[in-house]
């Protein structure tokens, strides 16, 4: 059976991308990242692709006079790379309806919190842990789900729990944070390669 064919989207530093391609190179996920497109040109994540050798394009949505022509050329380049799972790693654009139908079950998101706490329009990358302390949450975490057509709003593959300390500041909080979504991506990634994902209305069931 051929690899998995995915399509990485990014947005900045990209240690997720970095996880999914560690742990490829390690041989514990048997996909092959066939595209990575940053909504940004300064993104380390291009650079961390192009290291690996993996083709690493920049389609940013000031290029495009509407957000249906800048979503049109990163949809096409995703069909042109014949990629069969989109994986929004740390990628902090919000995707339209037409978007996700063009992939539809076939995009998952990381999102650092546990959802349905701190997610939405709004709380993305260092916001979510700085409205996590700021609301006093003595638990936060990470979370691996299916797009649809709300934000964060689709169904939960995977979670992982982080105890916030009372010391934590909103960047020490990301980095314990990062680690455990750096944990979780992959193996969502490898369960949904391997088939083991059963969606049945908002619940993910784990076939192992
Ligand atoms: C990660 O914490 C990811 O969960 C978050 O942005 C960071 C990107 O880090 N994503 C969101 O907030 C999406 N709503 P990375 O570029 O180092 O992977």
């Excluded at 530093?13 to 996880?19: K, M, R, V």
């Excluded at 990381?110 to 006093?136: D, N, Q, T, W």
């Excluded at 979370?143 to 057509?149: I, L, S």
Aim: hydrophobic fraction near 45%; charged fraction near 25%; include cysteine.
């Amino acid at each position: 059976m051929s690899a998995l064919k995915l399509g990485v989207l990014v947005s900045g530093s990209g240690t997720n991308l970095q996880a999914i391609i560690d742990s490829i190179k390690s041989g514990k996920l048997r996909v092959s990242v066939e595209v990575v497109i940053s909504s940004r040109e300064d993104a380390f994540a291009i650079k961390r692709a192009k290291e690996s050798g993996i083709e690493a394009v920049a389609i940013c949505p000031e290029w495009f006079p509407s957000k249906a022509e800048y979503e049109e050329a990163m949809i096409n380049k995703l069909r042109e790379a014949k990629v069969e799972l989109v994986v929004l790693a740390g990628f902090l654009k919000v995707l339209s309806p037409h978007f996700i139908r063009a992939f539809a079950g076939r995009i998952i998101n990381i999102h650092p919190s546990l959802i349905p706490a701190f997610c939405g329009k709004g709380y993305y990358g260092l916001k979510v842990h700085k409205a996590v302390l700021e609301y006093g949450a003595k638990v936060t975490g990470a979370t691996v789900h299916f797009a649809d057509e709300g934000t964060d709003t689709g169904p939960i593959i995977l979670q992982k729990a982080v105890e916030v300390r009372d010391d934590d500041t909103p960047e020490i909080l990301s980095k314990r944070v990062l680690e455990v979504e750096h944990e979780i991506l992959p193996e969502a990634i490898r369960l949904f390669a391997e088939k083991k994902l059963d969606v049945v209305g908002r619940r993910v069931f784990i076939k192992e």
